[in-house]
């Protein structure tokens, strides 16, 4: 199985920046593409972002395209999410997930304990 382990959220100011990273174990990184998703207060789960295996394909939500980057590290076993110009809608517990890209949707398999991002305007 593998263990995914979320760090890099906290509380910033509208118009900030964070880079969350997600760290992954036991099992092959490599094999797996990765996304992140989020949850905002009493909301419903939202995908965000994905990357495939080998970093080919890319996609995102589009409410966070533009200003949002995800990347991997296969050497070091790590995913990241860079989000640039964060707004307070984007307030939400993110979560890191290990699974399958196609055709455009991101299936998740595995998942994270989630880090907390708070933008305050």
């Known amino acids: 199985q593998v263990q995914l382990v979320e760090s890099g959220g906290g509380l910033v100011q509208a118009g900030g920046s964070l880079r969350l990273s997600c760290a992954a174990s036991?099992?092959?990184?490599?094999?797996?593409?990765m996304g992140w998703f989020r949850q905002p207060p009493e909301k419903e789960r939202e995908f965000v972002a994905a990357?495939?295996?080998?970093?080919?394909?890319?996609n995102y939500l589009d409410s966070v395209k533009g200003r949002s980057t995800i990347s991997r590290d296969n050497a070091k076993n790590t995913v990241y999410l860079q989000m640039n110009s964060l707004k307070p809608e984007d307030t939400a517990v993110y979560y890191c997930?290990?699974?399958?890209?196609?055709?455009?949707?991101?299936?998740?398999?595995?998942w994270g304990q989630g880090t907390q991002v708070t933008v305050s305007s």
């Open positions: 036991g099992g092959t990184f490599s094999r797996y593409d």
């Open positions: 997930a290990a699974g399958t890209l196609g055709f455009g949707k991101f299936t998740g398999s595995y």
């Open positions: 990357i495939s295996w080998n970093a080919g394909t890319r």
